[in-house]
Each structure stands twice: as C-alpha cells, then as structure tokens.
C-alpha cells in the first residue's frame, strides 16, 4: 500500500496519504455499491413495471371480439331465436373475417353439408391451418354446424369425415337478408313521406356528439346538465363509475382511451346485460342494435313497426344520441351516425373523415379527430392543451392541476398531488401516460420518447411510492413437528409454485391462498400416512381439531386451522 | 402438530417494515400474527387498510412540497372554475 512507503516521515506526512487512500478506498468502494444499489433499484423497478396492472388501451378490445364473445355465450334457446332475424344474421356476416365470408357464402346454396376433406381441397396445405381455425371460430359462434360430430379437429377429418353446414336458422336469415326476401321487418320500416322537421345528416351528427360526450362528461365528473337515470345506472352497472359516490373508476378511464365504436358497443353490451332485470326480451333486444347497424344513414324509419320492448330501447337509445327522435310522440326516428357504424368495422373516426358535417364536432375524443393530439407536457411538468372540449380538459383535470384556461388552451402543471388524486381513484400511471403520449401534440409526438423521461419516470415514482407493501393473501404453517414434514411440504408447494416465503430455520412456511386447499390436502394425506406407518410418530397435539374429516379416532388431526 | 394461519403476507422494504411494526405497537390491537424477516410480515386480513392509510399518513408527513404546489392552488383559486 502507498502509505506505508511514505511512512518513514512525519506523523504528518504519513497521515495524509493514509487519509487519501482511505478516501481512495471508500470511492473505490463507493462505486460497486452505487452499483448494487443502482442494480437493485433496476430490478425492484422492473418488478414494479411487470406488476403493473395489465391495462393496455385498447388491447384486444375490438367491437368484433366484444360481441362475438358475447354471442358465442349465449344460451342455446336464445342463439336459435337471434339467428331466425335476417339483420344479425347480415350483420355477424359483416364481422367475420374475409376467410369466414368466403366459407359462408361457399356453404350458403350447398344442398348438403360438405365433408371437411372436400374442404380441404378449396386451399393450399398452408392455408388448411388457417382454414380449420376459420371453421372453428364459426362453430363456436354456431354459424356453421356439423350434424352429429364434434368441432371441425383435423384429426377427426380424415377420410369422408363429417359434413359441413351452416345452421339452419343462420342459413335461412341470412339468405331472406340477401334476397330481400320473407316478411320480417327485420330492416325497419323505411317512412315514405317527407319529414315536415327537416332532419339533416350534420343535424344528427351534431346531436350525436352532443349526447355522446355529455354521457362520457358525465363520467368525468363535470356536471352536464340533467342527464337520464337509464343512463346513469347503466354506468354504474358497467363499473365504469363507483356506485358509492360516482366518481370514474380505472375502468372508467381505460373506456375514456377508447374508440368510439367500442365505447358504444361496450355500453350496449351492457345494456344487454341489464335487460334481463328489466324484464325485456333478450332476442329483441339484440335484434334490435343489429337493426340499428343496418339502417341508413339520414333516413327516417317508422315508429310503428316497432315492438313494445323496442319502442322502450328507443327510449333508452336517446340519451346516448344513438338514435334520434324529435318528440316523443313523433312517428319516425332517425338513426345517428354512431348507430349505422354498429355493426360495420370501419371505425367512426375514420369512417367520418371524408365528412365534413362532423369535422366540427369538439376534436379529440369525440366522434371525429381522435388522431389528433393536442398536448405538450414539458420536462418541468408542465402541460399545455391546446383544446377548448370540456370533455378533454375534464379529463386532464383528472390528473393535471390545470391552472389557467384560454380561447384554445389550458395550461397546468402534474404534481404529485395531483397524480396521487388521480391514482386513490385507480388510475394507473400506466394509463395516465398512455393518455398523455396518445394525445400528445405532433410537435410532441416529434421526440422519442413522445413524453419526457423524467415526467414518465416520476409519475411512474408517483405510483410505486403509494404502493410500498405488495399484499397477498396467503397461509401461514407452523409447528412442523418434523424437518422432513417441512421439507416435504416445501417441495411439494413449490411444485405448484404455492410458496410465498419460507424459512427452514424455524420451519414456517407462507402458501398462496390459491393453493390453501392443495396443501392442506396434502398435508392431512402426508400426516395419515406418516402416522399409519409410525403410530407412534405423531405427537401428542395440544389444542382439539376443528376441521376433522375422517382422523383416525386416536389420532390429532394433523392440521390445525387457527 | 402443524398449525396453519389464515392472513396476509406483506411485501415491502425494510424502512417501511419498520413503520409497520411502529404502527403495530401503536395500535390498541396488534395486527402482526408473524414477524418473518426484513422485508416480510404476516399480518391479518382485516388489518390491511389500516396499515395502508396509515403508512400513507405517516409518509405524507414526511414528504417534502414543493412551494409551487401551493401558489398554484392560489392561483387555481383566483382563476377558478373554468370560464365558459
């Protein structure tokens, strides 16, 4: 050591280099425990990341997901009777696949079902993967069946094999919706004489817009005049809002990020859901919104073909400006833009684009520009929204302390307390700055990445910093009488990954709730073969069993539940 | 005999392991049902909101604000409520 070279010297000059190697010492200790501390706080970060609430935007929730499911849940009494209405038929039609249709409309005039080898020959050896799975998904919707045979597997499909067909309610429906044919009014009842009340197609837009964003205002918390129970319990329903005092949920703000068209059939869904307690027909109620999708655009259709449950949707539609009704009493009403993209996959915002009539509507997350982003955060927190919707800067308030408002402008700041408001309502950080980078200005969205580091990060900080305890629920044992027991039980949780913690020390081990009955089962097996094989073995318990099954008369039950 | 415990395992650092165990001295009924280890305690189920307010008490008063937070709910103020 250098030091010691210079040791011979004063006491002085012997110090002084001590002093800078120990100096030197420590800084070269210093950065290795950096290091580990910058290590650590990586890995704790990442793990904070992976448990994020898998909330992405939109992942996967597409109309077509959303109502297929639905339908494929359906009861079989009800799927029968959805199926015999032309409008759902054409409309299912419209969301399957390009693949889907192609097999529908080759199926559609088949006298007789066709065995899925002739099927086979329609493609490639490549495409007959991508083939099975097409038919799979239309059996699981019961738009194909096969008479007497289990779902289309490849295995089951050698030789002649099982035929082909479509249901024969679907085949019926949808052939009357392609030719016009049969008597259902199953596509409205078109009014013949003009409307005195010209209604036209920018009016309706205009309504739709209102309505709509007043219901999704209503969700932000603004106060928007008076709005209709219908709607505010479906949102509750919906879990959009808490019930207790309506504030917006997580969920809430996961369907603010959405598109339109999904917002809409989300609501639908679960107007759906709802209809049951209040007592409507399901297969009408259905038949209904796929009728809706089937309408035109600016044309007025009659009140008078309708049925009573339909007329009362009517009703409920209004609010949500899906469809529009002047009075009442008036004996037609118009479909609005949002209830003609129902059941067609082009989405509203795109859909509208070519449309002037709409372009005026509030911007952002309303019907039309939801492409266009408005916001600049900068790396001092703060946030410049160039918009004048009250919907947009509802929800910037959300988690922004907006501190002035201009012409086409807010400016605020992201605080902590602001965030940490946001998150006690259960918005995660991760949707906060999906918010913000998918609504961020052109400028904005210039940079990579679109937000600042240091704004992400810290509302990220934001986050973790109100989690600090990871709860679970979980399983304490205790008392193993034995090393071995412990071990055993151990082995066996971790086998199933049940085990939390443990400690061979003092032979505890925590389980996953989850896996409470497993090892449990397990433990009380265990200990009935132990004890059958050493009578002896088991000790003498000292508290009384309470959740006995069937122990041996003599014996403690070797689990005891506290 | 092997005994098993219905509860909750809480995960945390040890600053916070430390607050907690304060909080349970200080509580009139102790939630702790097992200290495990630094980072680990086993508390009952019912105790968890509790621990959660109040580590968020006890950590909101020792955060540091920044002045601006309170000029600007000045600001906010005087500005108030968005004009229409």
Known sequence: MGPTAAAPGTKKAWSRPARKAAAAAASAN??????????????????????????????????????????????????????????????????????????????????HPIPLADMKLWCTTDGEKELIRALEHLYRLHIIAIPDAPPPRPAASDGSGPGVALSPHFRQSLHNALTGS?????????????????????????????????????????????RKRAVTKLLEHSGLMARANLTITSKGFQFLLQDVNVQVWAFLLQYLQMSDELKMDLV??????????????????????LTETQKHMLEDLKPLGIVYQRKKKSSRFYPTRLATTLTSKTLLSSGADGDSATGHAAGGQSLTGEETGFIIVETN?????????ALEIAVLSLFVNLKARFMNMVVGMITRDSVREALSKGISATQIIDYLTSQAHPELKKNNPVLPA?????????????????????????????????????????????????????????????????????LKRAATAHTRAVPAGAPAGSQPSQSASQPPPSQELPVHVV | MVQAVRGVLLQMDAAIKQIILEINDQ???????????????FVQEESVDLVRAKLDEILEKNTYKVDEDVTMAKVQQTVASPAA
């Open chain 1, 30 to 111: 210093t950065p290795s425990a950096a290091a580990a501390a910058a290590a650590n706080a990586a890995t704790s970060w990442n793990g904070a990341l992976g448990s994020a609430p898998d909330v992405k935007p939109s992942a996967g929730a597409t109309v077509k997901g959303l109502i297929e499911d639905y339908i494929a849940n359906l009861p079989l009494a009800y799927r029968d009777r959805i199926y015999q209405q032309p409008a759902t038929c054409l409309a299912l039609f419209r969301f399957a696949t390009p693949l889907g249709k192609q097999i529908i409309m080759r199926i559609l005039y088949a006298a």
């Open chain 1, 182 to 226: 049969g008597d259902h009014a199953s596509f409205g009842q078109e009014s013949t004489a003009p409307d005195k009340h010209l209604v036209t197609q920018a009016m309706l837009d205009q309504y739709a817009t209102e309505r709509w964003e007043a219901v999704l205002h209503y969700l932000v918390g603004s106060p928007s005049g008076k």
């Open chain 1, 284 to 305: 009408e109620v259905l038949g209904f919104l796929f009728q809706l999708g089937s309408l035109r655009f600016g044309a007025s259709y009659s009140v008078d073909t």
């Open chain 1, 381 to 389: 927190y703060r946030v410049y929204a160039y918009t004048s919707s």
């Open chain 1, 454 to 522: 240091t704004v992400s990060d810290q509302i990220r900080l934001w986050e973790m910093e109100k989690e600090r305890i990871t709860p679970s629920h979980a399983w304490l044992y205790r008392d193993f009488a034995r090393q071995d027991d412990y071990e055993a039980t151990v082995a066996y949780a971790e086998a199933y990954n049940f085990v939390l913690w443990k400690n061979p020390t003092n032979r505890i081990i925590v389980v996953d709730a989850r896996g409470q009955d497993q090892v449990r089962a397990y």
């Open chain 2, 27 to 41: 509580s009139p009924q102790p939630f702790i049902l097992e200290d495990l280890d630094d980072e680990h305690v």
